[in-house]
């Protein structure tokens, strides 16, 4: 980032292949249904264009990165109020299906139940949770993305694992 900040251009494409999956996968979850997840995904990275001059030398860059992805999204979400959209999953059952394809099927329903739990989440939960799971980064430096200090963080943790533990009750089981 201080080379891209100093006016290297090519520094650039580096973060950007660096970061861009992790980011993009971030910013669809924490998203709302019917969102365009896509267009706040560039709107981060052009913000981050926008704003190199702003980031300062010896500063991480994931955080600072997520903290704007983070932004983005929350901003929308404010935009257009978050409503949580369950969809429905129609199971096709197979009635002869194969061991492996009962296995099959029960690890898709599992995520499915997954992802809408995800959805489910306050954004704070869900925000925190995807910035552990999908981003990696510790306590400290989502509290610097969240604008939160170390203990809300790790209190959103644990109610989000907790309600998610409680709504995949029998996915440990496969």
């Known amino acids: 980032m201080a080379r891209y900040r100093d006016g290297d251009a090519a520094a650039f494409d580096t973060l950007y292949r660096r970061h861009r999956g992790p980011v993009f996968r ?84 599992c995520v499915e139940r997954l ?10 939960q869900r925000s925190a949770f995807l910035l552990r799971e999908e981003a990696g980064l510790s306590l400290e430096q989502i509290g610097q993305v969240t604008g939160v200090g170390h203990e809300t963080v790790k209190s959103r943790l644990r109610y989000a694992m907790r309600r998610l533990r409680d709504g995949l009750e029998g996915c440990d089981d496969g």
């Open 115 to 124: 992802m809408q739990l995800l959805g489910r989440l306050p954004e704070t």
């Open 26 to 109: 971030y910013v669809k979850r924490l998203a709302a249904a019917g969102m365009d997840a896509e267009a706040l995904f560039q709107d981060a990275w052009m913000r981050v264009i926008q704003a190199r001059t702003q980031w300062r030398r010896g500063e991480s860059f994931r955080p600072w990165l997520y903290r704007i992805a983070h932004n983005r999204v929350v901003d929308e979400l404010r935009r257009h109020g978050h409503v949580a959209v369950d969809d429905e999953h129609d199971p096709d059952a197979v009635p002869s299906a194969t061991p492996d394809q009962v296995l099959v099927q029960w690890w898709r329903d």
